[in-house]
């Protein structure tokens, strides 16, 4: 019997770009589904497009609420969630036929979560380019696991986002978006998954899921533009490692901090174009 996922997908104002997010998820290659769709208080087609796509497939249900923000979606579609592993997909992005099968195929008793490659879609330019897709080493034995996470964080950016991810339900759903967040919430998320779990990450070298760049939502992300956020994030990160940090923690811990500190020049540099 194959293993049941559940598909958190939260929804505001997205009704240009919903329906391909759909269809992407109904195509998908791997069938046994559980598509939950989270109408966070839409005042465009959003809601009724959900509606419509609810009576056409049994897989899909939808939950309507007041506006609270995309984490309390999210927090929404976990307490829902009746699969064995839980995926989160934005609602103005698509994913590839064969998302959901090849996420779930290295899971093991050594997996905790698996992780695929991104295809970044520039709307406005019409171009792409495939993210994320290069190799990383897995932990080795002198590594500690927070070392470990660190470096990927460091190395790359393909930790950060909750989205190109399937994680175990059984861990999920003892967690929570913060609520109180809205910058790097997603990675807040991923980084107390990681803690709660036991085994290790797979990685899907294929650009699975298709981030679509310059869509309104996309674009409203000013809040990088502020580094009291990144501020913010950087404490919530050394408290999520401990006291009394290895050598080689502090060292990884420092390389973040500078990554952070170039994301966020970057950010706002393209603010002034």
Known sequence: MKSKISIVVPIYNTEKYLSNCIDSI???TYQNLEIILIDDGSTDNSGKITDSYAKKDKRIKVFHQKNQGQ?????????KATGDFISFIDSDDEIMPTFIENLVSPFNDNVSISVCGIKYKRLKQKTS??????????????ETKKAYILYLLAIDGRMYSSVNKLYRASIAKNLKFDEALNFAEDTKFVLDYLKESKGE??????????????TETSTMRTVSTSWQNWQIS?????????PNPSIQEKLWLHLVHL???????????????
């Open 26 to 28: 109904i195509n998908q």
């Open 201 to 214: 990450p797979a990685f899907i070298l294929k650009p699975l899921y298709i981030y679509n760049f310059g």
């Open 234 to 242: 950087y404490k919530n990160l050394k408290k999520w490692l401990g």
């Open 71 to 79: 984490s309390a979606a999210r927090n929404l579609g976990i307490k």
């Open 129 to 142: 380019e495939n993210v994320y897709i290069n190799s990383l080493h897995y932990r080795k034995k002198h």
């Open 259 to 273: 990554r952070w500190r170039i994301s966020y020049i970057r950010s706002k540099r393209r603010t002034k174009k």
